[in-house]
């Protein structure tokens, strides 16, 4: 799409422009997702999702009809501002089901996460420039023709309208209570409670808990904030990898990538969905029940540094060998990204109790926004300079952008242990 807006003038600089469009919307949403936090909290989960929902219809359909960057730029961001739905959901997920089942509700939202951001660009890939791909299909003359990034962004958006209805049955998950809270159950609760004592007087203590920490200052919560910082190193990480493998897999072999196709990227990203949704929900609550999430998001940090170390080596590769390698390989980078992210879902969500959950994860949003707004531009810019230093002694071409990703990996890695990150007991 930036090739085609004709704003770069050589073909290094396609990335530095395009990590402005993908800029564009987590400033949008750093500047907004506390306020959608604060109204989930005082509203309900709900409402908030169905206006999240809604966004993506609206939003998504116009930045395909873009025809220059600054429409591209401004549908993006719009489309930040008004997107609630990953801080409100994983909210919404720890509260739906029993305290046993959370971790299994967590993986299934970063599991579907990671998915959408594996499917989206591969559907992007398979559907982008329809006329040229399928002329039997599309003339040029169509509104295909005139607008070819609109298809994958007019399919998604017809996605959201079955997402839309379906989540107008949801449950609301967020129950106000009057001043009597403390001395009753809700009906659940009361039927466990009578066979059950324990159940009951666990239940009063959480909403005096509930009470007691209602008012609390989030910012002073630091077994919170020590995991957001965390996880926004992370963020920043994940964001720069996702925009720098796209321009890496496309960019041609003499600048060490791997000249692929926009359908070869999509097929890579659409196997790694696949990989990424068995191990989420067959492998990882199992593990995470053993280890534990600190545990497991250290290991995936770890694991990470030595396989994107790998990468530049892998573009040595062709033919059907560079296929299966890169395929194995990012289905192992993801899986471990997602596994990480999971892991830090669940100990956010442990340190704050449910009445400022949705604010807590809307904090958590807000920063995780901010550090992936630079993701983008550093990601696009870092390889932009890469490209034009390709017979330089020290770390030549894309060895530079892979040894910085690492770079930012083992920092985060490093804040996993005390005494940075804290838990909620400590």
Partial sequence: MIRDFHIAEIEEDIGFYAGFVGSSFMIGRALTSFFWGWLADRYGRKPIILIGTSSVVLFNALFGLSTSLWMALSMRFLLGCFNSLLGTIRAYASEVCREEYRSVALSVVSTSRGIGMIIGPAIGGFLAQPAEKFPNLFAESSIFGRFPYFLPCLVISVYAVGVLAACWWLPETLHMHDKKVSERCDSFDVLEASSEESDEKEYVTEVKERKISKNANLLRNWPLMSVIIVYCVFSLQEIAYAETFSLW??????????????????????????????????????????????????????????????????????????????????????????????????????????????????????????????????????????????????????EMVFFVLNLVQFIGLLLTFKPFLAQPHE
């Avoid at 994107?308 to 059907?320: D, E, F, N, R, T």
């Avoid at 994860?361 to 926004?369: K, P």
Wanted: charged share 10%.
């Fill in 249 to 398: 897999a496309v960019s041609d072999k003499k600048y060490g990538g791997l000249s692929f196709s926009s359908q070869d990227v999509g097929e890579v990203l659409a196997i790694s969905g696949f990989g990424l949704l068995l191990f989420q929900l067959l492998l990882y609550p199992p593990i995470e029940k053993i280890l534990g999430p600190i545990t497991v998001t250290r290991i995936s940090a770890a694991v990470s540094i030595p396989l994107l170390a790998s990468y530049p080596y892998i573009a040595m590769l062709s033919g059907i060998t560079l296929h299966l390698v890169i395929n194995c390989a990012s289905i192992l980078r993801n899986t471990l990204s997602v596994t990480l992210v999971t892991g830090l879902f669940i100990l956010q969500n442990n340190a704050v109790p449910q009445s400022q959950r949705a604010a807590a994860n809307g904090i958590s949003m807000t920063a995780m926004s901010v550090f992936k707004a630079f993701g983008p531009v550093g990601g696009g810019t870092l390889f932009s300079w890469a490209q034009k230093r390709q017979v330089s002694a020290f770390l030549p071409g894309d």
